[in-house]
């Protein structure tokens, strides 16, 4: 079978799309200019990332993840179809997003990156100030951290996949919402994150998705109401004797809108907004929703 990475794009990732929405909601509420910087926290495979710079040669990206394996296999098979100037304009780091300014950059080929960058440049974009993510040379990149780096402010912050239910606690869900607000452009920008409800999301739930070439299984345990914890695993089956269970497993908080409302606004964030979409599941009496508070 292939990579579970690949399988994962394949079913539940759309960056098209979701930069659509992004250009939409920053120039809804910010306006005045097109957004260039991207940070995407939980990244992953940084799909979004990848396809956010290889749309407009002007923008930078920064990917943040926990998993390094995640993070590597982005290297190699999604960054590594951009070409060199793609690795001049992104910059995936491996850390936690509760501590972003420890996470450290993941090793690249520094020839790779070098090969994409005008050493003798003096436009401000690729200079050894690490301006503009023009990291000009291996020293400026070697072990570098988040907080040694002088990054463009970030136009959009994002957190999609339900990410932020990763964060159990409230103090954490703050704390986070604090790191993305301080690296936001003052010019103006927007954080953007999906959140999981509605009343399918608190019961025990089994859904499937065919593919051409595998089916994608969505399995959810059974709802804590105490804790607002639940347990979701996803699985691939490619074909009769080709199962991979447990491809992926997550332990999710349920946050409500008004509680990440409050913590925004605690966090800093100055308004907050809040789109809803149905998600239509065949056989399935009720829809979870698909809530996606901006917050500017």
């Known amino acids: 079978m292939p990579s579970k990475f690949h399988l994962y794009q394949l079913s539940v990732q ?9 250009q939409k909601f920053f120039l809804m509420y910010v306006g005045g200019r097109a957004p260039l910087h991207l940070q995407e926290d939980f990244c992953g495979t940084a799909l979004l990332s990848t396809e956010w710079i290889r749309t407009d ?46 996470s450290r950059l993941v090793k690249q080929k520094f020839t790779n990156l070098v090969h994409g960058l005008d050493l003798n440049s003096n436009n401000g974009t690729g200079s050894n100030s690490c301006k503009q993510m023009g990291l000009a040379d291996s020293k400026c990149l070697a072990n570098l951290t988040m907080s040694e780096a002088d ?21 954490d869900l703050v704390l986070y919402f604090r790191h993305v607000r301080s690296v936001l452009s003052e010019r103006g920008g927007i954080f953007v994150m999906d959140v999981y409800g509605g009343i399918s999301s608190e019961r025990k739930l089994r859904l499937q998705r ?36 447990y491809a992926f497993t997550y332990h999710w908080r349920l946050w409500s809108i008004p509680e990440i409302k409050d913590c925004l606004e605690e966090a800093g964030f100055k308004w907050v907004h809040v789109w809803m979409r149905e998600c239509q599941i065949p056989s399935q009496v009720e829809t979870p929703r698909s809530i996606t508070p901006t917050g500017t």
């Not at 923008?59 to 296999?73: C, N, P, Q, V």
């Not at 982005?74 to 001049?88: H, Q, T, V």
């Not at 970030?154 to 103090?171: E, G, M, P, V």
């Open 210 to 245: 065919k593919f051409p070439s595998f089916t994608y299984f969505w399995e959810q345990d059974e709802f804590d109401i105490i804790s607002r914890q639940t347990r979701i695993s996803l699985h691939f089956q490619g074909g009769k004797k080709q199962m991979m269970r």
């Open 14 to 22: 759309s960056p098209k799309g979701d930069i659509s929405y992004l």
């Open 151 to 171: 990054f463009p402010a970030r136009d959009i912050i994002c957190a999609f996949n339900y990410s932020c239910c990763c964060l159990h606690s409230r103090k």
């Open 57 to 102: 040669a002007r923008r930078t990206a920064i990917g943040l993840d926990l998993d390094l394996e995640s993070l590597e296999w982005c290297l190699e098979n999604n960054l590594s179809k951009i070409g060199a100037d793609g690795y001049s304009r992104m910059l995936l780091f491996h850390g936690n997003v509760l501590q972003p300014m420890e």
